[in-house]
């Protein structure tokens, strides 16, 4: 649409598309595709930025109280949670894979498979 008015986050001001259009395709960096993907990103990033910049910082204690709940229930609805320790072991356990594989690095497909091999680490541990 020429002349539709759009507002920039990194720059804050308003620029119109095909201006925003010939810049992009200028620097080579963006499709007209991605174009206003990119730039709702940056807007949204800068919009949560400003307001983490406003508000107060928590404690550690009111932070693990606000984890604590959230993982309690988490864990009532049977949803299964994977915290920083078992993070560490699936790494171990990717890189392993990765290894055996030949490859630089290995993901399992679906989180069944994730899960069952974290237990299974533990188990091995035992």
């Known amino acids: 649409m020429p002349g539709r008015r759009t507002w920039r986050a990194d720059a804050e001001s308003t620029t119109s ?36 910049a406003a ?13 604590g709940n959230v993982y309690h229930l988490l864990l009532e609805k049977s949803v299964p949670v994977v915290h920083k320790g078992l993070w560490r072991i699936l790494e171990q356990v990717e890189w392993q894979e990765a290894a055996k594989r030949g490859l630089e690095e290995f993901k399992f497909g679906t989180n069944d498979e994730m899960l069952r091999n974290i237990e299974e680490r533990i188990i091995k541990r035992s």
């Open 17 to 52: 598309n095909e201006e925003e259009a010939d810049d992009l395709r200028d620097e080579g960096k963006q499709s007209n595709i991605a174009r206003p993907a990119k730039l709702d990103g940056e807007k949204g990033a800068s919009v949560i930025n400003r307001f983490l």
């Open 55 to 67: 508000v107060p910082g928590l404690s550690r204690r009111k932070i693990y109280e606000r984890i």
